[in-house]
């Protein structure tokens, strides 16, 4: 992929991931949403927003998306609350520590299994 801004800073982090933590409510999702960005030293500028189908559309995409923005771009999640499975993207005009952001997800979720991608 060429690089079309070569003058911005860009780092793109993709984490999936199967997880035991059960259940997971709405706070855990809004704190996951606070407490990683000040793992990997990056600011927040907004709550984070939580939203949840609430039963609407098929049952194995019942869980949350959230975002966080933060002051060098955001960090959004999805979860799967059937399937246990959750889907992770940071993405920042700051450099950060990604094994410290894979590390914290582990963690946070109880991870299973995980795999991520960096672009």
């Known amino acids: 992929m060429k690089n079309l801004a070569p003058a911005i800073t860009r780092q793109r982090l993709l984490i999936e991931a199967t997880y035991k933590k059960s259940p997971i409510s709405r706070q855990d999702i809004v704190d996951y949403l606070k407490q990683l960005p000040e793992a990997l ?14 039963g609407d559309g098929q049952e194995v995409n019942q869980g949350y998306d959230g975002f966080v923005a933060l ?24 450099n950060f520590d990604t094994d410290t952001a894979i590390a914290f997800t582990r963690k946070y979720f109880s991870v299973t299994e995980l795999e991520q991608l960096e672009f």
């Open 41 to 54: 030293s990056l600011r927040i500028y907004s709550e984070p927003v939580v939203f949840s189908p609430g």
């Open 71 to 94: 002051i060098d771009s955001g960090i959004s999640i999805y979860v799967w609350e059937n399937a246990k499975f959750l889907s992770v993207v940071i993405y920042t005009c700051k």
